[in-house]
């Protein structure tokens, strides 16, 4: 039995790279040419690599599967990173970003008369109503406006 060239452990006669099992896997060249054998068969038989997309995908969905990235997650705690790296700033560009998904269907200049309605017990569909009522009651004069200067 011959031994693998960066730790020394016994290797397989059948080893090709001359590594051991966890060398091979740490090693980028081996990595590399398991990465091109693969492109490789998945270029050479569309069947294959989605029967393969297909197998991974309902793998990962399998309560088994799912348990086991809880518990990974809880052991790792992921949480803790994420709270970490939420700056003021990221924590502002989220708050925008979530008005504007939520309040995304008024215009910029009247979510504050929106927000007012909605203080003052307005249901959220009779504000919405009445916003956009005055929003296009004054884009009709706007656009009367345009037309008179045009003539």
């Known amino acids: 039995m011959t031994t693998c060239r960066t730790c020394q452990s016994p290797i397989t006669r059948y080893s090709k790279s001359?590594?051991?099992?966890?060398c091979a896997r740490k090693?980028?060249?081996?990595?590399?040419?398991?990465?091109?054998?693969?492109?490789?068969?998945?270029?050479?038989?569309?069947?294959?690599?989605e029967r393969q997309r297909t197998r991974t995908a309902e793998h990962n969905r399998s309560d088994k599967m799912r348990a086991l990235a809880g518990e990974k997650a809880k052991a790792l705690r992921i949480w803790e990173k994420g709270?970490?790296?939420?700056?003021?700033?990221?924590?502002?560009?989220?708050?925008?970003?979530l008005v504007e998904t939520r309040l995304g269907h008024i215009?910029?200049?009247?979510?504050?008369?929106?927000?007012?309605?909605?203080?003052?017990?307005?249901s959220r569909?009779?504000?919405?109503?009445?916003?956009?009522a005055s929003h296009e009651a004054t884009m009709a004069q706007f656009r009367r406006k345009l037309i008179e200067a045009q003539e």
């Open 18 to 22: 001359g590594l051991c099992r966890p």
């Open 27 to 49: 090693d980028p060249e081996v990595a590399a040419r398991k990465s091109a054998a693969v492109k490789a068969r998945y270029d050479a038989d569309p069947d294959y690599r």
């Open 83 to 97: 709270t970490a790296a939420m700056t003021p700033e990221v924590r502002k560009r989220a708050g925008r970003a």
């Open 107 to 122: 215009p910029r200049e009247l979510r504050e008369d929106y927000k007012q309605l909605i203080r003052n017990r307005w």
């Open 125 to 132: 569909e009779d504000a919405t109503a009445a916003i956009l």
